[in-house]
C-alpha cells in the first residue's frame, strides 16, 4: 500500500537558475477519490449551457486579470519567454471564450431530428432523435511545454466544461506553481457562476507521487475520459491502463510527432536561403519544445539543396542556446539525441551532442544530416526528438520522397515546399501525406496552430491515440460526447435541443433537410 | 508456425436437423497476407465517390436478383425463419443504397473553410481547410444473428466502402454458405463497377482457422481499423489485439447488451396483459438472438406488477421453442442461462435451464424473477444472456429502479414505459438511462432498429467499444474516417470538396456560416 497518510510533498524547480521555487504538496489516494466522487455527483446536477458558459467567460476574465502574476509563475517554472508566454494566455483565455460562444449558440449538439410515421407498414415508424450527450468526469493531463494553452485552463478543460462534463485536472510537476494559480482562479469562476461544487478539481502531483496520481484518476471507475498531451511512453501507458478497466474509457492522447518537410526543387530554386531560416526558426522555436516543430526535412540533392542546407547549418549555429522546460525535458532530449548521432550514416552537422554542464538546464540548437540509404536502413530515425534538433535527409530522387511519405509514422502535420512547377510531384506525394498526417501544410512551417473551426491537431499513432478528434478548435468539445438517440419520447420529457419547439434556435437536420439556426432568445 | 500450406477444411451446420451442410475451405496465412497488401494497393487508388456508389447499388441490385437463393442458403445455415430473413435481406440492399446516397450527395464529408487573412497582425492567419478522410483497408467481423444485415454485406462493409475504405471481411463459421454467396455477388459488383482490384475481399474461417484467420487480419500492418459484432470477449480480444499492434487501429466492436426496461406504475394501469404481450414478443424475437432483446425489467410490486408478470409468464410459456443459430450460440446461452439460474434469490418462473436432447438446436423460452435486493447482491446478474431469456426483478420503491439504471452496466437501449401520471418519476429516471445507454425508448419495446439518420446504435462498454459511433444510419461512415486541415493548399492541389468552387454542390461551412447544398450536378 502507498502511505499517503501524509501528503508528500516536492519540490519546483527554475530550469533558468537550476535552483528550487518552493515545496509543493502533492494529492493523496484520498483526494483523488473525493474529487472523483464530487465530480460524479457534480455531474448528476447537469447545469445548464448558460451556466457553463459564464463559469467558461468568467475564468478567462480571471485569467486575463491576473496575467503579470500568472506569467511571472510560469516563466520562473519553464524558462519560456514572456511573449510567447503572453501570446499562449491570450490563446488559452480566447480558447475558453471560444467554447463559451460555442454552447451558447447551442448547435454543436448535432440534433437531428427525424418524425415517425404512425401509418407506415407493416411497422410505423418510430419518432428517432439525436444529440450529443456528455460522458461524465474527464481527467486532463497537461503538457510540459505549454503550461496554460495545454494545461490547467486549457484545450482540454475548457471544451469537457464546455460539453457539460466535470473535470478533474492532474496537476503537471514542472510547473506546479502555475498550476496552482491557475487552478485557484477556475475554481473561483465555478462558484461565482454557480457551477454544482465539485465541477473542477485540480489534484497537485509531483516527487514519489508524480505518476500515481495520474494512474489514481484514470483508474478510478466515476472517470469517464481521459485528456492527455505529452510523451509516447506515458501517452500509451494512460491508453492501457484505461483499456484494462473493468469499464474501459477512452483516452485522447496527444504524443509524439516528428512533422516532416518535403522540399521539392522549385521551392529553393530562387532564394534557398530565406526557405533556409523559416525552417529554422520552427524547429527552435521555443527551444524546439513544439509538439509540431519539424523533426525531418528531406530534400532532393541539388545545388540548391545544398545552399539550403548551408545556410540551415549556419542559423542553426546563430540559435541562441534555450533553456529547457526542466530536467526530465533535458534528460529524454538528450538520450533520443544520442540515439540518434550514434545511427551509421548520421552526421553531425553542427551543434552538439553533449549535455552543458552550468547549472541552467539547456542545450544547443542542433542539426545532423543523412543520406535518403541510410535513412531507410535506420531503425527508428523517424521518431520525435523533443528538443532543438532537427535531421535533414538527402534524397536521390522523386521516389525517394515518396516512399519516406509513406513509411512515415503517423504526424501532426506533414509540410510540403513546392512552387508552381513542381506540381506534377506534388499531386503525387499530397495523398500520401495526408494518410499519415493531420494537417498538410504547403509553403509554410509546421509550428503556430490556429484557433479555428477547421483546425485538426491530431493524427495517426503515434501522433495521437485517437487520430479521429482534435485537441485544438470547436470540434475538440466532440471528444466529450457520445451521441444518443430518444425514440418515442413525449415532448415533455426531451431535452431542449430535442423539443419540437426548438426555443434554444439551433440549427438541427430535421427530416433529411437542415434547418437553420435563428435568433429565438 | 501455422501449417496453412494447405488450406484448412471445415464443415458448415444445419442446426434445425444437426446435421453438416458442406464442407468449406478457410483462408490461409498467405489468403490473409495477399487480401490486405491488395487492399492497401486499391486504397492508394482512391476511386472516386461516383464510382463506389455505382459499386453499392450494383451490389444492391445483385443480392435483390439472387434474394431466393440467398434466403435459402441462410434459413438451412441459421434457423431463421424466411419473412425475417427476407426482411433483413431488404435492409441490407437498403443500407447499401443508403450509402450509395449519402456518398453522391457528398455533404458526409464535413467540409469546413476558414479563408486566411494575409492582413492580420502580428503574423498573418493561414487559410485552413478541413473534412473527413478515409482510414485505408477495413476489416469485418460479421455477426452469427444477422447473417446478412451485420454480415458479408451489411452495415459495416456499406459504410467502409462507401468512405472509400477497402474492406476484408472475415466469414462467420456458422454461416458459410451464406457469406461465400454474398461476397460473390460483391466482387461481382466492385468488378462491374471498375473499383481498384482488391477493394474488397472476403476471407472464409471456420475450423481450426475460426479465430486465427481474424487475429491475422487485425495484427497486419495494411489494416487500419476494425468492425465487429459479436461477443464480448469476442470483441475485447480484438480490442487488445489491435491496442498491442505496433501502430494501434480503432476497433468498432458492438458486444453485449442487457436492453434494460423499467416499468413505472402508470404504465401497466389500463393493461398489463399487453405490456407483458409486448415484452415477451420483444425478448423472444428471433429466438431472443437479436442485440436489442430485453433482459431484465424492473418493475415496481403492486397488484398490476403481478398481472404483468403473471401474463408474462404464460406468453414465455406459450413461445414456440426456437430454432438456435448453432452449437457455439446454444452452449454460451446455456452456460450463462444456468449461472442465472444458480445466483441466490433467482427463481425459474417458467421455461428451464436444460439443454434439450434433439438433434435440433434449440431452447425452451425461459423466465425468471428476483427480488431487486438478491439482485443487487448478486454478481453479474447484469450481464447479457444471449438467447430466448428475460429475467423479471421485482422493485419496491422507485429509489430501486434509479439506484438500478446508476449501477446499469453500458446497454444498446433503454426502454421506459410510463403513463402522463409517471412523469415525475419518469423525469428522474430518464438522465440516469441516458447515462447508460446510446438509445432510450418510451413506451415501445428495444427491437427493431430503424435505419434512420437519428438512429444510433451504440453505447457504453460492454455494449460497444465506441459509444461515440453508431453501426446504424448514416452517421456510422464517420468510423472510418478522419479529418484532416489543409493549410494555404493552393484550390488545384485540394481535393474537390475544398476548392473554392465548389463544383460538387455539397454543404460546408465557410467562415463560420453554413453554406448550403445545391443542386451542381
Known amino acids: 500500500m502507498q502511505e499517503t497518510a501524509f501528503n508528500v510533498v516536492f519540490q519546483g524547480l527554475n530550469p533558468t537558475t537550476g535552483m528550487p521555487t518552493r515545496a509543493y504538496s502533492a494529492a493523496s489516494s484520498e483526494d483523488v477519490s473525493e474529487a472523483a466522487e464530487r465530480a460524479c455527483r457534480a455531474f448528476r446536477r447537469h447545469p445548464e449551457a448558460t451556466v457553463r458558459a459564464d463559469c467558461l467567460s468568467t475564468a478567462a476574465a480571471k485569467l486575463d486579470a491576473h496575467a503579470d502574476e500568472i506569467l511571472t509563475v510560469a516563466m520562473e517554472e519553464t524558462g519560456l519567454a514572456e511573449p510567447r508566454l503572453r501570446a499562449e494566455l491570450s490563446r488559452t483565455t480566447g480558447t475558453l471564450r471560444l467554447f463559451a460562444a460555442l454552447i451558447l449558440e447551442g448547435s454543436w449538439v448535432e440534433a437531428v431530428i427525424d418524425h415517425g410515421d404512425p401509418s407506415r407498414k407493416p411497422l410505423p415508424r418510430p419518432d428517432l432523435r439525436r444529440m450529443l450527450v456528455p460522458l461524465g468526469p474527464v481527467a486532463v493531463f497537461g503538457a510540459s511545454n505549454f503550461p496554460l494553452a495545454y494545461a490547467v485552463a486549457g484545450g482540454d478543460t475548457a471544451s469537457a466544461l464546455a460539453a457539460g462534463c466535470p473535470v478533474i485536472v492532474k496537476g503537471h510537476s514542472a510547473h506546479p506553481g502555475t498550476g496552482e494559480l491557475v487552478a485557484g482562479l477556475i475554481a473561483k469562476a465555478v462558484r461565482e457562476a454557480k457551477m454544482p461544487e465539485g465541477f473542477f478539481a485540480f489534484l497537485p502531483a509531483g516527487g514519489s507521487r508524480d505518476v500515481e496520481v495520474g494512474v489514481e484518476i484514470v483508474k478510478h471507475a466515476r472517470v469517464r475520459a481521459v485528456g492527455f498531451t505529452g510523451s509516447v511512453p506515458g501517452g500509451t501507458a494512460l491508453v492501457r491502463i484505461a483499456g484494462e478497466r473493468p469499464e474501459?474509457?477512452?483516452?485522447?492522447?496527444?504524443?509524439?510527432?516528428?512533422?516532416?518537410?518535403?522540399?521539392?526543387?522549385?521551392?529553393?530554386?530562387?532564394?534557398?536561403?530565406?526557405?533556409?531560416?523559416?525552417?529554422?526558426?520552427?524547429?527552435?522555436?521555443?527551444?524546439?519544445?513544439?509538439?509540431?516543430?519539424?523533426?525531418?526535412?528531406?530534400?532532393?540533392?541539388?545545388?540548391?539543396?545544398?545552399?539550403?542546407?548551408?545556410?540551415?547549418?549556419?542559423?542553426?549555429?546563430?540559435?541562441?542556446?534555450?533553456?529547457?522546460?526542466?530536467?526530465?525535458?533535458?534528460?529524454?532530449?538528450?538520450?533520443?539525441?544520442?540515439?540518434?548521432?550514434?545511427?551509421?550514416?548520421?552526421?553531425?552537422?553542427?551543434?552538439?551532442?553533449?549535455?552543458?554542464?552550468?547549472?541552467?538546464?539547456?542545450?544547443?540548437?542542433?542539426?545532423?544530416?543523412?543520406?535518403?540509404?541510410?535513412f531507410k536502413s535506420a531503425e527508428n530515425l523517424s521518431d520525435e526528438c523533443f528538443g532543438p534538433e532537427t535531421i535533414v535527409v538527402r534524397c536521390g530522387i522523386l521516389d525517394d520522397l515518396i516512399e519516406a511519405a509513406r513509411a512515415m509514422r503517423g504526424s501532426l502535420t506533414a509540410t510540403l515546399l513546392a512552387s508552381d512547377s513542381d506540381s506534377p510531384a506534388a499531386?503525387?506525394?499530397?495523398?500520401?501525406?495526408?494518410?499519415?498526417?493531420?494537417?498538410?501544410?504547403?509553403?509554410?512551417?509546421?509550428t503556430g496552430v490556429e484557433v479555428a473551426a477547421a483546425m485538426v491537431h491530431s493524427g495517426p499513432f503515434p501522433a495521437c491515440s485517437r487520430a479521429d478528434t482534435t485537441a485544438v478548435g470547436p470540434l475538440a468539445i466532440r471528444r466529450w460526447c457520445r451521441p444518443v438517440c430518444f425514440q418515442n419520447v413525449p415532448d415533455?420529457?426531451?431535452?431542449?435541443?430535442?423539443?419540437?419547439?426548438?426555443?434554444?434556435?439551433?440549427?438541427?437536420?430535421?427530416?433529411?433537410?437542415?434547418?437553420?439556426?435563428r435568433a429565438a432568445r
Chains 1, 2 share one sequence.
Open 248 to 374: 474501459p474509457i477512452p483516452v485522447f492522447a496527444e504524443m509524439g510527432s516528428v512533422n516532416p518537410v518535403f522540399v521539392l526543387p522549385g521551392a529553393i530554386e530562387k532564394d534557398a536561403a530565406e526557405v533556409a531560416a523559416g525552417l529554422v526558426a520552427s524547429a527552435t522555436n521555443s527551444g524546439g519544445q513544439m509538439c509540431t516543430c519539424p523533426g525531418l526535412i528531406f530534400v532532393m540533392n541539388s545545388p540548391q539543396a545544398e545552399r539550403m542546407i548551408t545556410a540551415m547549418r549556419e542559423a542553426f549555429g546563430q540559435a541562441a542556446r534555450p533553456t529547457l522546460l526542466g530536467p526530465r525535458t533535458r534528460d529524454n532530449y538528450f538520450r533520443r539525441l544520442r540515439e540518434i548521432g550514434r545511427t551509421p550514416g548520421v552526421c553531425l552537422a553542427i551543434g552538439s551532442l553533449d549535455t552543458p554542464q552550468d547549472a541552467r538546464i539547456s542545450a544547443i540548437p542542433t542539426m545532423l544530416e543523412v543520406s535518403y540509404q541510410d
Open 492 to 517: 415533455s420529457l426531451l431535452p431542449e435541443e430535442l423539443r419540437e419547439a426548438n426555443r434554444l434556435g439551433i440549427s438541427r437536420v430535421v427530416d433529411g433537410a437542415r434547418i437553420e439556426a
Open 427 to 446: 499531386r503525387r506525394l499530397l495523398p500520401e501525406l495526408q494518410d499519415r498526417a493531420g494537417r498538410l501544410i504547403v509553403n509554410g512551417v509546421p
